[in-house]
């Protein structure tokens, strides 16, 4: 399963700019990989794992713009596929799933 967050935030002023960069950091620091500028997923073992991460980001929505959320299977997400001046590209490999020990 994967949440996938993207969203259209104000950049403006300086004071938006630097809530932007804070909300992306967070969606980082939580496990989060940037598939482009302003959309991040990340992978979930369980639905209850993925509602965790959702609240979470709740927590960190800013003040201003629009962030949606939502939660794909695995089967969806590698149905992906990617585009590069009208030339499908290979897919990044995504990112490990949980590492219990480091």
């Given at each position: 399963m994967w949440?996938?967050?993207?969203?259209?935030?104000?950049?403006g002023t300086?004071?938006?700019?630097?809530?932007?960069?804070?909300?992306?950091k967070d969606l980082l620091e939580d496990g989060f990989w940037m598939l482009q500028f302003s959309v991040y997923a990340?992978?979930?073992?369980?639905?209850?794992?993925?509602?965790?991460?959702?609240?979470?980001?709740?927590?960190?929505?800013?003040?201003?713009?629009?962030?949606?959320?939502?939660?794909?299977?695995?089967?969806?997400?590698?149905r992906m596929e990617l585009f590069n001046e009208r030339k499908r590209d290979p897919l990044e490999a995504p990112p490990a799933q949980l590492q219990m020990f480091s």
């Open positions: 949440v996938m967050v993207m969203f259209d935030l104000p950049v300086k004071r938006q700019r630097k809530v932007a960069a804070r909300f992306r990340r992978p979930c073992p369980s639905q209850e794992n993925a509602r965790t991460h959702f609240l979470r980001v709740k927590r960190w929505l800013p003040p201003a713009g629009q962030v949606r959320m939502i939660q794909i299977t695995d089967k969806q997400f590698a």
